[in-house]
Structure formats: structure tokens, C-alpha cells
């Protein structure tokens, strides 16, 4: 899972969200006009805490949460500035990165996920770093349960957390004969040495969101269309199938991250000794 580009120049982050909240009726914007110190200093909050890699260290402002409905609305209206922002923080992004979900990696992120609750933290309703594209399965299910009773971050957060180059999702391929085909199993692993923080975090994410369930339910629909693309390869005159998927393999973690779960499902068939009856296969 590679992290989300943030917009550039973090210091205009405060400017994004006055003009956003410039653009809303009289009553709203004075008001969010008279706060103004407060959002100046909370997003120097928000930098900080991100900074430090400790955005669970960020507690609900009393201040902020008075004037909750003025900021909230500052995203709940479809403004000029608002859809600027949406758009621009799709833009950054590297090509085809966006494909997929960054939270689970399986479907098209067409909403928003503000990280920090927007009811705990209706400051940061119109943060850039607070709005993560996202699928509304995961927007549903992540929702305001974004720390457990300890304290602890229970969801990867998708602009600062930077995950090391070492595979943590493997799969196991076997021979399906109720479907006549090649099915697929996934799970997680820890690697040796990863830090106990890191691998809770990640373990707390796949398992709130149900990843290993939901790659399983696609696992073996997917298995069908590797294999049916290298058949069609080899039809077409390719000469080594295993290497042509072994690229699509590595083209797929270049541009999601190693452990995006059809990467490794392609490593894998690339990898396994059946792979050749398997593409011989009708």
C-alpha cells in the first residue's frame, strides 16, 4: 500500500480553507471569521501532530466543537473552493493510483473519508491532509471509530503513514474442482522485526475493514482473469507467460505497493509450480 501524494505547500492548507470559507452566507462566515485564531492554531496542531507521526495525540477542541455546525459546513456545501480542493487532491495523485481504494484496494474512492471524525473535529472538516478518497464501503465502516479504548489509531492514514518495503499479505493458491478452477486464500503475516506499533496498526486496519475477507470473495474471480490475460498472451504469440505476468506482477506494486493484494496474488501465480498446466488448461 504506497501513501497518497498531499497537496504541496502545506503552509497554504489554512488558505485552502479560507477560501472555502469565504464562499459561504454572511452568518457562517462571520462567525468563522471571528475564530479565526482557532483554526490558525489548530492547523499548526494538525502539522505538528503530523510531524511527529502522533495524530492520535490530537485531542477535541472545546472552542472548536461550539462552532461545530459553522466549520462542518464549510464541507457540507458544494462550493466553488470545496470542489477545487476535491479535485486537486485527486490531480496530485500518480497515475492510476486512484484506481483502487487506498484504504482497501478493490474498488473506485468516490467519497471522502475526513480521518479525523468531523464531528469530534469539525475544524479539519476541509483539511487536505483529513480527506482521504476512499470507497463509501470503507467510508461506512471506518466512520468515527477512528481510535481504540487505548488510545491507539486503529486505521492506516493514507497521506503519513509509510508502510516498509516487506511483504506482509500472503496468499495460498489451490485447485478449486466445485468451480474447475484455480482458487485463492489470503492472510496476514508479520514479518521478523517489524515493531510491535507498526504491525498493530496495520492488523487493526485489515481487520476493521475486513480486507482478508473481502480479498477472499475476489480471490478466486481473480485467479480466472490472470490466468484467461496469460492465455490470451500466449495466443497471441507470446513466448513466456511466466515472465509476462511476473512484469504485470511487479508493474502492480510499482504503482500500488507490494502488498496490494492483486500484486501478490499475480506473484504468486507467476511463481507456482502448476502454472504452466494452468495456462494449458481450457
Known amino acids: 500500500m504506497k501513501p497518497l501524494s498531499p497537496l504541496p505547500e502545506p503552509a497554504n492548507y489554512l488558505g ?30 494538525h502539522a505538528q501532530a503530523v510531524a511527529l507521526g502522533a495524530l492520535e495525540s490530537l485531542q477535541p477542541n472545546v472552542q472548536a466543537r461550539q462552532i461545530s455546525e459553522a466549520l ?31 484504504m482497501c484496494g478493490t474498488t473506485l474512492p468516490k467519497t471522502f473519508d475526513h480521518y479525523l471524525p468531523a464531528e469530534k473535529f469539525p475544524e479539519f472538516s476541509v483539511h487536505p491532509l483529513n480527506l482521504v478518497p476512499c470507497c463509501s464501503i470503507c467510508n461506512s465502516i471506518k466512520n468515527d471509530d477512528w481510535l481504540c479504548a487505548a488510545g491507539r489509531r486503529q486505521y492506516l492514514h493514507a497521506y503519513s503513514d509509510h508502510l516498509p518495503d516487506e511483504p506482509f499479505i500472503q496468499v495460498m493458491l489451490h485447485k478449486n474442482p466445485a468451480l474447475k478452477g484455480v482458487g485463492a ?36 474471480d481473480e485467479v480466472s482473469e490472470i490466468l484467461s490475460d496469460c492465455r490470451s498472451y500466449v495466443a497471441a504469440g507470446g513466448q513466456d507467460a511466466r515472465a509476462f505476468l511476473s512484469l504485470q506482477a511487479a508493474d502492480r506494486a510499482a504503482v500500488y505497493g507490494r502488498n496490494h493484494w492483486i500484486a501478490v496474488l499475480m506473484e504468486a501465480v507467476a511463481a507456482h509450480a502448476d502454472f504452466d498446466d494452468w495456462i494449458a488448461a481450457n
Open 16 to 45: 485552502r480553507y479560507v477560501s472555502i470559507r469565504d464562499s459561504k452566507h454572511h452568518g457562517t462566515r462571520g462567525l468563522l471569521v471571528a475564530n479565526h485564531a482557532l483554526l490558525t492554531q489548530r492547523y499548526q496542531d
Open 72 to 102: 462542518r459546513a464549510c464541507y457540507g456545501g458544494a462550493t466553488q473552493p470545496l470542489k477545487e480542493l476535491k479535485r486537486d487532491i485527486k490531480a496530485e495523485q500518480p497515475e492510476r493510483r486512484l484506481k483502487y481504494c487506498p
Open 185 to 220: 486464500t489470503f492472510a496476514l503475516r508479520r514479518p521478523a522485526g517489524m515493531a510491535d506499533a507498526l504491525w498493530q496498526l496495520i492488523d487493526s486496519h485489515f481487520r476493521k475493514l475486513n480486507l482478508i475477507e473481502r480479498y477472499n470473495e475476489r480471490g478466486n
